[in-house]
């Protein structure tokens, strides 16, 4: 079975440019997360999404970062105005959102952004 | 605010020793603490976890403590080996709300 893709894996791009980046879920998680690792730090959470209920944004640095999910699948995560602070590997996870201990988040690869 | 803190950037341990990997956190109410393992280029991967209310959790050749009273973890590796050499991370997450606290990754090698 497919895992967590995200797109594209490398994407480079200028100050003030703005960026998409995609993930697609393990098919069937009803739960989608994105978080960002810059460089020699943890992962920072950015935003849930979690069935039909409101995301949770409280990770989002930012009110030029947002991000859209349709239904239980493709996740678009945009980041408008970039800046060079926003360079980082953005990854995606998803889960089948049982709310539990058993409820393992799943990564993909990253998508590995540079603002110059 | 750090919540989840690994103090140590690195380790190296030589083949069939035991790997520690500690990480201490800052508010007692996290319900459960997870370590994932990361090779370049490739996302985390889960390796193991704990509830809040227990103080060991064993997989094969990975165990997990927790502390509570001295709000830390970790993570045994016994008998480390070469293909464990990774970066792992802790993590810590409130039941039902989905978002994982992460550390800040240790890189651990071992040496054959």
């Known amino acids: 079975g497919a895992g967590v893709s995200q797109s594209p894996s490398n994407k480079v791009t200028e100050k003030g440019k703005d960026v998409e980046l995609r993930c697609d879920p393990i098919s069937g998680h009803t739960a989608l997360y994105w978080y960002r690792q810059r460089l020699g730090q943890g992962l920072e959470f950015l935003i849930y999404?979690?069935?039909?209920?409101?995301?949770?944004k409280s990770g989002l640095p930012s009110d030029r970062f947002s991000a859209e999910r349709t239904g239980e699948s493709v996740s678009t995560l945009t980041i408008q105005r970039t800046q060079q602070e926003d360079s980082a590997v953005y990854l995606c996870?998803?889960?089948?959102?049982?709310?539990?201990?058993?409820?393992?988040?799943?990564f993909g690869p990253g998508t590995r952004l540079t603002v110059l | 605010d750090q919540q989840v803190k690994q103090n140590s950037p690195s380790l190296s341990v030589q083949e069939g020793r035991i790997s520690i990997l500690n990480c201490d956190y800052t508010?007692?109410?996290?319900?459960?603490f997870l370590w994932y393992k990361k090779y370049p280029a490739e996302g985390p991967t889960f390796l193991i976890s704990i509830s809040s209310i227990k103080d060991k959790n064993e997989d094969g050749r990975f165990t997990v403590f927790l502390n509570k009273s001295a709000k830390h973890l970790s993570l045994h590796i016994v008998p480390s080996q070469p293909g464990d050499s990774a970066v792992y991370f802790c993590?810590?997450?409130?039941?039902?709300?989905?978002?994982?606290?992460f550390g800040q990754g240790t890189t651990l090698q071992v040496k054959p």
């Open positions: 993590a810590a997450s409130f039941l039902n709300t989905g978002k994982l606290i």
């Open positions: 996870a998803s889960s089948l959102g049982l709310g539990t201990l058993g409820d393992t988040q799943y």
């Open positions: 508010n007692s109410m996290f319900d459960y």
């Open positions: 999404f979690q069935g039909n209920s409101a995301p949770d």
